[in-house]
Nanobody, 116 residues
Framework: QVQLVESGGGLVQAGGSLRLSCAASGTMVSSRVMGWYRQAPGKQRELVAT???????NYADSAKGRFTISRDNAKNTVYLQMNSLKPEDTAVYYC??????????WGQGTQVTVSS
């Protein structure tokens, strides 16, 4: 079992920055692939960024060059630094940790709103 708690969302103007955090607890968190999805109103949940246990990263095209995912395995925490935010980044951002077989553990989500 893994529990995930996100924080750091909020309201920011276009061009601003936010840093999301995901505090994880449970079984072998530091060994799991983790990352962030987001879901905007009326849209499907989409992958934003992933990070493996050894720090390899992958980003959605919409996030490349603006977002940076990182993790601190000593703190069991994953971060998403978001710069140059756009109104289209407005969404609920969900942290996830990959299960050993199929599926994910999910956090409760944190709202990010970018005003124009």
């Amino acid at each position: 079992q893994v529990q995930l708690v996100e924080s750091g969302g909020g309201l920011v103007q276009a061009g601003g920055s936010l840093r999301l955090s995901c505090a994880a607890s449970g079984t072998m968190v530091s060994s799991r692939v983790m990352g962030w999805y987001r879901q905007a109103p009326g849209k499907q949940r989409e992958l934003v960024a992933t990070i493996t246990s050894d720090g390899s990263t992958n980003y959605a095209d919409s996030a490349k060059g603006r977002f940076t995912i990182s993790r601190d395995n000593a703190k069991n925490t994953v971060y998403l630094q978001m710069n140059s935010l756009k109104p289209e980044d407005t969404a609920v951002y969900y942290c996830y940790a990959q299960r050993w077989v199929n599926g994910y553990y999910w956090g409760q989500g944190t709202q990010v709103t970018v005003s124009s």
